[in-house]
């Protein structure tokens, strides 16, 4: 079993800036994918970036530009650094980790960007 805990989001305002964080514990296997994903209401839950244990991150064309992934091993730790935000960044965020050809993912933190 892994576990997931995620924390940093919240409200801002048009083109300011959160990060993201998630620890993982747990059976993590050495090499393992983390990333973000996001659900906006009555959207389905779409890929923001990912990153492997090697550090080769992998980000949608929607956040291209704005949003950059990173990783400490030492940690088990996932950032999500979002600058830049648009009101149509406004969703629940969700941590994900791939290992051991298990999926697993956090409860999900939301992301308000209004002003």
């Known amino acids: 079993q892994v576990q997931l805990v995620e924390s940093g989001g919240g409200l801002v305002q048009p083109g300011g800036s959160l990060r993201l964080s998630c620890a993982a514990s747990?059976?993590?296997?050495?090499?393992?994918?983390m990333g973000w994903y996001r659900q906006a209401p009555g959207k389905e839950r779409e890929l923001v970036a990912t990153?492997?244990?090697?550090?080769?991150?992998n980000h949608a064309d929607s956040v291209k530009g704005r949003f950059t992934i990173s990783r400490d091993n030492a940690k088990n730790t996932v950032y999500l650094q979002m600058n830049s935000l648009k009101p149509e960044d406004t969703a629940v965020y969700y941590c994900?980790?791939?290992?051991?050809?298990?999926?697993?993912w956090g409860q999900g933190t939301q992301v308000t960007v209004s002003s």
């Open positions: 747990g059976n993590i296997r050495s090499f393992n994918v």
């Open positions: 994900n980790i791939r290992t051991g050809g298990t999926s697993y």
């Open positions: 990153i492997t244990s090697g550090g080769i991150g």
